[in-house]
């Protein structure tokens, strides 16, 4: 089994791509089957989870693995209660899909939160995306 980091402790930035990452369909894996897990800690903002098929993908290349092709998980969640003196979402969310994925990449954005130029002190109470981890 291979565990990968798509994103790592990510620190008072507002946006992140995380570098692609080879998938399953690279060492020819015929399931096609990855498990992903995000972690965030008081966070406030979206995470997107792409594949694409392609060898050298474009922009267009890359597709939403996340559950039922959503483009993006928004933190908090829908249900999630917020306790005080919290702002965001502290959770453990995992899926699994099955595609045989040339290349993974993770995504935050909270750039629609967060004004331009902001400091890291004005980034800090929207919390972090402490991991995503993909493993086949």
Request: proline residues 8%; hydrophobic residues 45%.
């Amino acid at each position: 089994m291979i565990t990968l980091e798509l994103i790592t402790p990510m620190g008072e930035v507002a946006n992140v791509i995380g570098e692609p990452m080879r998938g399953a369909g690279w060492y020819g894996h015929t399931t096609g089957l990855h498990t992903v897990a995000i972690r965030v800690l008081n966070f406030r903002g979206r995470v997107s989870v792409q594949a694409t098929i392609a060898n050298d993908p474009t922009v267009s290349d890359w597709f939403s693995v996340l559950p039922d092709a959503i483009p993006y998980i928004e933190y908090p969640q829908r249900g999630y209660v917020v306790q005080m003196p919290s702002s965001g979402e502290t959770s453990i969310f995992g899926f699994n899909f099955m595609t045989n994925a040339m290349w993974v990449r993770a995504l935050v954005t909270r750039d629609y939160l967060i004004p331009p130029l902001a400091t890291p002190i004005q980034i800090m109470p929207y919390g972090v995306v402490d991991y995503v981890k993909l493993s086949y």
